[in-house]
């Protein structure tokens, strides 16, 4: 008895010695991967809010417009959205596109939206979870998709993920650093190297379709985020049963739509309006829609626009960048129907002419220009309900003056003629559109085009030919 004690009280030494090795090595191997700060949380624990919308629209189709929560409403927050969505369908909207409802960052704040302090949660300054479940809700109701914008480079300082240092991109003495490259003093760059990281961003992701009954997510900055980071986040999400989802990168690099989105910014079309409206000729519109479309995958599109978010804050909104009311109009005549995707940002569509921030909030005066905003309905709400102005093949009369162009589809044809100067032009009509009967859609009327014709300073025609 007495040998058997010794034998067993030995056992338990080396027993306990052995446990004593294995967590100190797991401690110190904790110490350098530290347990991600909340669970990363599997699809089977999250709860499908709602019916995934099943009328998502499809990519060619698309007329997205782009809520800046601080701007929309009196109140900045989803409610005050929610109570303006019949006017988003009186536009023939498909997708709302949210910038970012997350609360934002305290340290080293300067109260941008897209310094995010925790992906899994709305900020008490937008409302709350259910305020969005009840935006998407009736938004699907009324035909209209939603997607969230997401900020997958960085986060706040004082997101909980800074406690994970590794999941941070650092400099050679170990600091987290902001985006190298910017000035975003605000904002900690996130490190794709991280595999931790990267499950716990798509993770996020994949929590506000299930939760909120999303479609889609607007991609902030993606050109900062690695290709294979997209690839795998869009074909995680994509690979949920039954949905299909609306992937929007903000981007220069040309390998997004190979990582699986669907829409990318138009910047070279944005530049070349702007070119016009500072004396270049017409044709650079024109050149520059050819450009991007030479080699763009087939069901991937551009988003075309003459203002967003950056654009309004940082330069100038289209009343003041496209001389007036007039100049904003035939600027996004030129916009909508060449091609792509159109884009419009809460307030373009009433003539605010002066900079809308989104750092702060500042309320749109929705009463202002009821012309201006009567004729962006009849424009969109033509473009949205007419398959050949988003699809039919453009053919280009050019003009150095006046952008002319015809689109067909079938035996549907439309033409659209603008005069991009602020000086009446004399412009020789065509001769294949001369000596036929059109219908004018803003004005109503039936027209039948002689040899020539004057446009007054930044006029627009939207013809149709009667079947």
């Not at 595999?195 to 997510?217: H, P, S």
């Not at 607007?218 to 995680?236: H, L, M, N, Q, T």
């Not at 100049?327 to 569509?349: C, N």
């Not at 398959?387 to 053919?395: C, D, F, L, R, Y």
């Amino acid at each position: 008895m007495a040998k058997l004690n010794s034998i067993t009280s030995r056992t338990f030494f080396r027993l306990i010695l052995t446990l004593s090795v294995i967590v100190f090595f797991s401690c110190q191997k904790d110490k350098e991967n530290p347990t991600p700060p909340g669970p990363i949380v599997e699809d089977s624990l999250y709860q499908q809010y709602g019916t995934p919308f099943t009328e998502i629209p499809e990519i060619e189709d698309i007329v997205m417009y782009e809520v800046n929560l601080r701007a929309f409403s009196p109140s900045g927050d989803l409610l005050g959205v929610i109570d303006r969505l019949d006017e988003l369908v009186d536009l023939k909207v498909s997708v709302i596109w949210l910038m970012p409802i997350h609360p934002i960052g305290l340290v080293n704040s300067v109260n941008s939206p897209y310094s995010v302090r925790d992906y899994k949660a709305v900020s008490e300054e937008y409302g709350t979870l259910n305020d969005l479940r009840t935006l998407t809700d009736e938004a699907h109701a009324r035909g209209m998709a939603v997607i969230m914008d997401w900020v997958a480079n960085h986060t706040s300082w004082d997101n909980e993920w800074i406690s994970n240092k590794s999941w941070y991109t650092q400099d050679g003495n170990g600091n987290i650093i902001h985006p190298a490259g910017t000035n975003w003093q605000d904002v900690a760059d996130l490190n794709y190297s991280n595999q931790i990281m990267r499950k716990a961003m798509i993770d996020a992701m994949r929590y506000w379709v299930y939760e909120a009954n999303v479609d889609g997510f607007r991609c902030d900055y993606a050109d900062g985020v690695p290709f294979d980071f997209w690839k795998e986040a869009i074909e995680s999400i994509r690979s949920i049963s039954g949905r299909n989802f609306i992937f929007f990168a903000e981007g220069a690099r040309n390998d997004h739509f190979t990582a699986g989105f669907d829409l990318n910014f138009s910047w070279k079309f944005y530049e070349a309006v702007k070119d016009v409206f500072s004396g270049n000729a017409v044709s650079s519109i024109f050149s520059a829609d050819s450009a991007e479309y030479a080699s763009t995958p087939p069901g991937k599109q551009w988003v075309r626009f003459t203002t967003n978010h950056d654009e309004s804050a940082w330069d100038a909104t289209p009343v003041s960048l496209f001389d007036g009311i007039d100049g904003a109009l035939a600027a996004s005549m030129v916009t909508v129907f060449t091609g792509g995707v159109p884009l419009i940002y809460g307030s373009q569509e009433v003539g605010t002419a002066a900079n809308v921030p989104f750092f702060y909030n500042s309320n749109i005066n929705w009463d202002s220009h009821p012309e201006m905003l009567l004729t962006y309905k009849k424009m969109l709400q033509f473009y949205g309900t007419s398959q050949t102005a988003k699809s039919g093949q453009i053919k280009v009369y050019e003009h150095n003056d006046v952008a002319c162009f015809k689109k067909k589809l079938n035996d549907d044809e439309i033409v659209i003629m603008v005069n991009l100067r602020n000086v009446p032009v004399n412009y020789t009509i065509p001769s294949e559109l001369k000596n036929i009967q059109w219908y004018e859609v803003f004005n109503e009327y039936f027209i039948t085009l002689g040899t020539q014709t004057t446009l007054e300073p930044y006029q627009f025609m939207l013809l149709k030919k009667p079947l």
